[in-house]
DNA sequence: TTGTATGCGTTATCAT
DNA sequence: ATGATAACGCATACAA
């Protein structure tokens, strides 16, 4: 009925609480022997350690970092207020919660900054950036010296990061490409694909799935090729005035990535809105009034709220040699029409 | 630095801290003005108390009944699994749940059942259940007796539940709606629209929300009235059967509640499902299928694993006097297409 | 009405 | 290499 304590290992191999302890903290000065004894114990009663009682006696905290991309962007926004709220919850009773902001086209910067972290300033770090051969080597160095890393946003593949937290932008991609396929009439026609840089993997991916899925299944749809607009909103204008001059017959805008604000001015502004399909990642304020008034078709989001909580989750389960529940920390591709915005 | 405690508290206050703990956990035997000093160094210094350590002091667990309706359906299937993998998880380490399965249409039996968890059998209680006069008075009841009681799936709002754990059904419905009112062409035609039962109130407000949305937004899209299956397979292809009879332009088929296997078996027999475009609510294995298979356009769902979590986490809140974080316990109203299946 | 002392399950600092 | 014992923040039985 009422779970073993540590007491209950002490009697059953004959030892004393502290010989427990060093045990199952993996702590040097014990006989082999007698580690097997507790060991067996342990396993015997079906022992699992009660975490509060071990963080409230050994005064536990975790002190994470977030990298966060500096910038006026609105996503990071969201995240920024997600955090803020994470602050009020139970979650972080025994968290503290630290942001870094840092330059995102800086890798230099990035990695200095990850790495300057490690050095027992905290004990885990969640890093939402740009993969880049200087972030993985300071991803490696930081999990070397023992601070859990969890990717956010953006994963970084080949660094040995402890997990992701983020969504599957292949699968976003084919999401969009579901929806366009689906919103457009069956006579079809281009359809414009705007990015603020192609470079950025997540960026790639989602155009990736994006046009697969187009490719495939809808032929009539016609992807044409990414416009980049660099998140310079007089640039965005200048490319859409280009790309409709060139093509009057374009029946829908795929968004993949940041700057929908001033993509939805441009549109407006040319008076197009009503008669295309417009589908955009990310639900922020600004997409939200868009959705409401109709300018915008669908919003492809992650849920940021859930992304921070499940990046703190992680990175504490990491902390304690905890396994984590995988389905709690799946993040989902959602997809966000006028109806049910939250 | 570190967070005050309940020894702080006496100290600033001058008292014991027998005392502090009779104010802080309104325990009368205490002079108003001892109150209001204690009181007074609490806000002074910021206390909050730590429920971990205080759980651990109370040797604290938490009972919790969860009351789902029996038979086989595939959704409460969903949400006893969900249940399984709470158990495992570190949510649940001082939490015991407890499942009751009660017959669905009798609502003398339900409240039986609640009236009868209220003996302080447990500490707090989820029901999911159609609503009653007969589940309202039960759950006015187990308030009364200090349970705290959430609805789950499906509102109980004339009882006086501390909390729903849901989805808003109206806008539910009109998420469907605005998915087949795009789906189809232009051209529109006649929806079909399917129920185990239409008495139930979710149902209800789904196909309020449907209608509506597709009265003001598609009017070339017309929708029939409600066939019921009451859940019977026979029934289902029977209806079917009569509906295509009489109409053979049908274009849609709206399913607001459970059975879909059998309506997606009698459409695929009829093989009408290539050229229509059906809309089901509740991911399950068997709607997953059917959506991977083509057979299905979109699902209407709710995460269960949220659901019951989120159930869980607002019992504690209230056992232990807590404010929730709403954000969290927001339950969305997901939109699953093929590719952003979990 | 108020205070003292002990325990919850775990860790950690001393001794031995 | 091992054990006794005092914390951690809080609750409570028992005294006063």
Known sequence: MVRPTVHDIARHAGVSLATVDRVLNARPGVRKQTVARVEEAIRAIGYVRDQGAANLARRRVYRFAFLL??????????ILSALEEARESQLTDRVMLEVCHVPVHDPHALAATLVALGAGKVDGVAVMAPESPQVRDAVARLRRGGTPVVALVADQPQSDRDHFVGIDNDAAGRTAARLMGRFLPPSGGPVLVVASSIRARDS??????????????FPAVHCLPTLE??????????????????????????????????????????????????????????????LLAGELDAIITQNTGHLVRSAIRVLQARCDGREILASQERIRIEIILRENLP
């Open 229 to 290: 607009a660099h998140d310079d909103p007089q640039r965005m204008a200048a490319i859409l005035q280009n790309a409709f001059a060139a093509r009057s017959d374009i029946v829908g805008v795929y968004s993949l990535s940041t700057g929908n604000g001033a993509l939805i001015d441009a549109l407006r502004e040319k008076g197009r809105l009503a008669r295309l399909v417009v589908i955009a990642h990310e639900l922020t304020p600004l997409t939200r009034a868009a």
């Open 69 to 78: 991309p500096d910038g006026q962007s609105r996503f990071v926004g969201t």
């Open 204 to 217: 790639l991916e989602r155009r990736f799935g994006f046009d697969s899925l187009i490719g495939t299944e």
